[in-house]
């Protein structure tokens, strides 16, 4: 059965950081892209961040773009997304999902196209 386990959320103050991890098992997912979206209280849940395995292609959405990074490692089928100059709004909860297609040319950024989701995971950003 495809997991994927999200952890490494909490509590962080403004301007601080927190790194999310995303494990992933039961099956390969190398040749699929990855993603982190979130959801915010009273909000649609929104595109974060998507990239393959490799880490040769990386899509940020606008609001984090230059201060998340998502890393994987191969090695332990885990995605990371450091998370710095936290911003109250931030906060929400934090899934990985994986894409339905493998190989897909032009990397999705677009939720429906994502059929395996994590539990989710709190990040709470204090002003």
């Known amino acids: 059965q495809a997991q994927l386990v999200e952890s490494g959320g909490g509590l962080a103050q403004a301007g601080g950081s927190l790194r999310l991890s995303c494990a992933a098992s039961g099956r390969t997912f190398s040749n699929r892209a990855m993603g982190w979206f979130r959801q915010a209280p009273g909000k649609e849940r929104e595109f974060v961040v998507a990239?393959?395995?490799?880490?040769?292609?990386?899509y940020y959405s606008d609001s984090v773009k230059g201060r998340f990074t998502s890393t994987t490692d191969n090695t332990k089928n885990t995605v990371y997304l450091q998370m710095n100059s936290l911003k109250p709004e931030d906060t929400a909860v934090y899934y990985c999902a994986t894409d339905r297609q493998p190989l897909r040319v032009v990397i999705s950024t677009t939720q429906s196209d994502y059929n395996y989701w994590g539990q989710g995971t709190q990040v709470t950003v204090s002003s």
């Open positions: 990239m393959n395995w490799s880490g040769g292609s990386t």
